[in-house]
């Protein structure tokens, strides 16, 4: 079993910046790769950030390309999101995941086995 617990969301104006973090606890030896997903009210959750552990190789949802960064921090078992140029459109609760799956990176949710509670990120105009 691995425990996720974010941290870091908050309220920021359009434009602005916000960091989250995600801390990962338990048998953690078996993940390969992390995310960050969000989901708005009435909305399906979605991908927004990846990182394969091994490689620290990254990929991300076209909608936050060049906004959004997502790192790892091995040594503390955290793993990061650090947002830029926030838009209305990015609210959402953020959450973080682990995935167990060998067959390569994916942003989709069914590939994850792990979900930390999440962290509200809102965005005002």
């Known amino acids: 079993q691995v425990q996720l617990q974010e941290s870091g969301g908050g309220s920021v104006q359009s434009g602005g910046s916000l960091g989250l973090s995600c801390v990962a606890s338990?048998?953690?030896?078996?993940?390969?790769?992390m995310g960050w997903f969000r989901q708005a009210p009435g909305k399906e959750r979605e991908g927004v950030a990846a990182?394969?552990?091994?490689?620290?190789?990254?990929y991300y949802a076209e909608s936050v390309k060049g906004r959004f960064t997502i790192s790892q921090d091995n040594a503390k078992n955290t793993l990061y999101l650090q947002m830029n140029s926030l838009k209305p459109e990015d609210t959402a609760m953020y959450y973080c995941?682990?995935?167990?799956?060998?067959?390569?990176?994916?942003?989709?949710?069914?590939?994850?086995?792990?979900w930390g509670q999440g962290t509200q990120v809102t965005v005002s105009s």
């Open positions: 990182i394969y552990i091994i490689t620290s190789s990254t």
């Open positions: 338990g048998y953690t030896y078996s993940t390969t790769y």
């Open positions: 995941a682990a995935s167990n799956n060998i067959f390569g990176v994916s942003l989709q949710p069914s590939r994850y086995n792990y």
